[in-house]
């Protein structure tokens, strides 16, 4: 059976997929009252998701996995068990320590649906990658915060219903890959018996050698600053919406419903930034939103406590808009950079190292958020200004 859009299925597919992304962040009140936990706790929760994510990428590109088996057949067997791995959080998890290790188990199922939807993108179109990956990466973008809205919709029900949905989501993201299937513009997954201990065409060295093509390392450093603000500044959300005046000039939206605003903002920066790639490319494209995001954390951080609140909402959209945009045009760059045999493990050791530099942000910013309050966020504007950097000053030694 052949779905008649494949990237919109895959789209919709990563969306409920990641809906277990943050799906404890969604919970984060509840539980801090529950387990008598601090948000510095709450951060261990997000990175243990991290470094789940980080283990399984690292076993997809360097144990050559994303290459040897089909990316729908990875993407639906993850699915499955991270939606397992979700629900024994919601219903079986009793404090921090078994938390923990249920997110962390959800993490490694997630590094099987995000890096493989990009791989199945690039197999079924990969004549428009970057604006058939900002199409994922927005719902990517709306899976994180699809939780967050299950809370505002669901407010009178218990946490672990909240979070279970999300689990019932990712069964249906795994349905919708069984029927579509890989797509025919990459070569046929590699058999074990034609690796051999020193071939090059496939294993760690050669996902490494990616590394040495300027074009592809030049998007890996705009992706890397970009990423050490992403996940630290989507983690902070809701924790920035209660640090401000937000809170109490939107009483309707609450906390969770200000938060899904937020981070849902990004799908549209993502389609928006999708159609500007097609006229414009995709480096000038994540060069220009690397460039905003950064713009809005150094305003919010100066001018956070004097801001009125709807200039507030304001600068948090057009931030939440824009810190996601770069992401699937710098991953474009990156999968055209590199051999088609090695767009996964590319793609899954770039996502690896990218997601290593999350958990440094976001447990930095936990706990400095603790001490100084939403002026934490001065930690997040490293990010665009070495991303900005690395990538401009690479691109210009591979044009020299």
């Not at 997929?17 to 969604?26: D, I, P, Q």
């Not at 304001?314 to 931030?319: C, E, F, N």
């Amino acid at each position: 059976m052949r779905l008649s859009n494949p990237v919109i299925v895959i789209a919709l597919a990563q969306l409920l997929g990641t809906s277990l992304w943050f799906s404890a962040n969604s919970a984060a009140d509840d539980l801090a009252l529950n387990w008598q936990i601090s948000v510095t706790d709450i951060g261990w929760l997000t990175n243990a998701v991290q470094g789940g994510f980080i283990l399984g990428t690292l076993a997809l590109a360097l144990g050559g996995i994303a290459d040897r088996f089909r990316a729908s057949q990875i993407f639906i067997v993850s699915t499955l068990a991270g939606a397992v791995f979700n629900a024994g959080f919601a219903w079986l998890a009793d404090g921090l320590s078994s938390a923990v290790i249920f997110r962390f188990l959800v993490g490694v199922c997630l590094a099987g649906i995000y890096p493989m939807g990009m791989k199945l993108i690039v197999s079924w179109a990969p004549e428009r990658a970057g604006a058939a990956l900002a199409q994922l990466v927005a719902m990517l973008t709306l899976g994180t915060a699809l939780p967050h809205g299950l809370r505002e919709a669901g407010a009178d029900l218990p946490w672990q219903w909240i979070i279970s949905a999300s689990s019932a989501l990712a069964l249906v993201a795994a349905i919708l890959i069984h029927y579509l299937g890989d797509g025919p513009h990459l070569p046929p997954p590699l058999r074990q018996s034609a690796v051999l201990p020193g071939d090059r065409s496939s294993g760690p060295p050669a996902v490494f050698q990616a590394f040495r093509i300027p074009r592809f390392r030049a998007a890996a450093w705009g992706y890397f600053g970009h990423m050490w603000e992403l996940y630290a500044f989507w983690a902070m959300v809701p924790l920035l919406v209660s640090g401000t005046a937000l809170f109490e000039q939107f009483p309707a939206l609450g906390i969770p419903g200000l938060s899904f605003c937020i981070i849902a903002a990004g799908a549209l920066g993502c389609v928006i930034g999708g159609r500007y790639s097609r006229k414009y490319g995709s480096g000038p494209v994540a060069v220009a939103a690397l460039a905003t995001s950064g713009s809005c954390a150094l305003v919010f951080a100066l001018l956070w406590s004097t801001l009125p609140a709807p200039a507030l909402a304001l600068l948090l959209l057009i931030w939440g808009a824009t810190v996601i945009a770069d992401s699937p045009q710098f991953s474009a760059l990156s999968a055209t950079a590199c051999p088609r045999h090695l767009v996964g493990a590319a793609l899954a050791i770039q996502n690896s190292i990218g997601f290593a530099i999350t958990v440094i942000s976001i447990t930095g910013a936990s706990v400095l958020f603790e001490r100084i309050g939403p002026s934490a966020v001065w930690l997040l504007l490293p990010g665009p200004i070495v991303g900005l950097l690395g990538f401009s000053l690479t691109m210009r030694r591979a044009a020299g």
